[in-house]
């Protein structure tokens, strides 16, 4: 098998230098599905992680518009080398050039355990390769699937984590951002939708029911970060299950995900469970998971008592008597 590797390699070379490397084909998408695959944001991020398998490599930061664009192609073998590496193949570089996009996508879903169809989805918030909108691809990228954890807002499931997924999706614009969230709850699915806007300061979604009772919830986020695996900050809303509805705020965990998230999943986590293993079951596994939950269960907490910050509606209904008695008696005042 070695002989047969070294061989094709040095046909590789020998194609190569015989000047074939006007056969590269489908660049700007390969490198769109790489960027992709990476969690990279901009040409400068790409150029980064070129240079984080070869500090030294050719892979040129001011002509990466124009390969981005389909607009030109790297002439030298030795970017595609690099290419090889840092996406892990037992390819060689020139085959990459070559290759055709279908058996590219392949190739690459293949060696990282990616669904195409994923793959396609990300690569499809086009990738940004115009130095002067940072703005735009960091929107872009927050393109994608995450397990959401937060506490409860039902009195009945006081202190308790409920689980939910969160998709956002690019749509035209700068700021073309859409998301929808699910919870699977025992009386049935609550699904609310809405724009995403990024902002310097946070990260904001008002999310709505398009149907049924119209819940509406508020998220504000800390601003995203790169590569962006996790989001998080607050959900403002009223409760779903409950004698009356609440008005509630509660620290909310986004955590993204590589692959969609099964139909079935969500709902409330058993008292002793394990976000850690949860996320396992997603696809996701991490180290020390003991200290993975504990972190994640402190932030989650905060300052409240382990459930969700919420108004005692009794203390509010004493305030509302008093001046509801007060305007009631007095119609003319001003």
């Known amino acids: 098998m070695k002989a047969v590797g070294a061989s094709a390699g040095t046909c590789y070379a020998l194609w190569w230098h015989k000047g074939q490397a006007g056969m590269a084909q489908h660049i700007a998408q390969k490198l769109r599905l790489t960027a992709a695959l990476l969690g990279t944001v901009s040409r400068k991020d790409l150029a980064a992680a070129f240079r984080g398998v070869n500090p030294k490599t050719a892979f040129d930061l001011g002509r990466a518009d124009k390969w981005l664009q389909g607009r030109a192609q790297p002439r030298q073998l030795s970017v595609y080398d690099d290419w090889s590496k840092l996406l892990k193949l037992e390819q060689p570089g020139a085959w990459i050039a070559e290759s055709d996009l279908p058996g590219f996508t392949a190739a690459i879903c293949a060696r990282h355990g990616i669904e195409r169809a994923e793959l396609e989805r990300r690569a499809g918030a086009h990738f940004e390769t115009a130095s002067g909108h940072e703005e735009r691809s960091l929107g872009l990228a927050l393109a994608g699937t995450y397990a959401c954890y937060s506490r409860a807002l039902s009195p009945y499931y006081r202190g308790q984590l409920i689980r939910g997924s969160l998709s956002i999706e690019a749509g035209l614009g700068a700021h073309g951002l859409t998301a929808a969230y699910r919870e699977v709850l025992p009386t049935g699915q609550l699904l609310v939708g809405g724009p995403v806007t990024p902002a310097k300061r946070g990260l904001y979604a008002h999310l709505k029911e398009t149907n049924g009772d119209a819940a509406h919830f508020f998220l504000c986020l800390f601003p995203q970060s790169r590569p962006g695996s996790v989001l998080g900050g607050y959900m403002c809303g009223t409760t779903i299950i409950g004698p009356e509805p609440q008005p509630s705020l509660t620290r909310i965990l986004m955590i993204r995900l590589r692959n969609p998230v099964p139909e079935a999943w969500g ?68």
């Open 267 to 334: 709902g409330y986590l058993p008292p002793d469970g394990s976000i850690a293993a949860d996320l396992a079951s997603l696809g996701l596994s991490v180290e020390q998971t003991e200290a993975v939950d504990r972190q994640l269960a402190q932030f989650l907490v905060g300052d409240s008592d382990g459930g969700a910050n919420q108004i005692p509606p009794a203390e509010f209904r004493a305030i509302l008597d008093v001046f509801d008695r007060h305007w009631l008696s007095h119609p003319g005042q001003a």
